[in-house]
């Protein structure tokens, strides 16, 4: 499993369009940490012609059939939530 850690800013404002609550119009994510899962273990042989190629599951399988080391994870480290600044 690949973890990829990140950090969300969102920037949050009210408009005529969206009365009532303030909504977010720009979400960052900033990647702060990859934990690599390793080398894929049930690599795909595909094959064109005369040409064979082994190939990585993720490159070829949907995710309910990749390997463990294939999948990847996003986790949230921290989400943070500012209002708009009045230029």
């Known amino acids: 499993m690949t973890i990829h850690v990140v950090d969300i ?41 005369q040409v064979t190629a082994t190939i990585p599951c993720y490159r070829h399988e949907p995710v309910d059939r990749q390997c463990g080391a294939c999948r990847l994870i996003v986790t949230q480290h921290t989400i ?6 009045a230029a």
């Open 9 to 49: 800013e969102q920037v949050t404002h009210s408009c005529p369009a969206w009365p009532g609550e303030p909504h977010p119009f720009d979400t960052r994510r900033t990647v702060i940490h990859v934990i690599p899962g390793g080398p894929c273990r049930t690599p795909v042989t595909i094959r064109c012609g």
């Open 80 to 85: 943070t939530t500012r209002p708009e600044v």
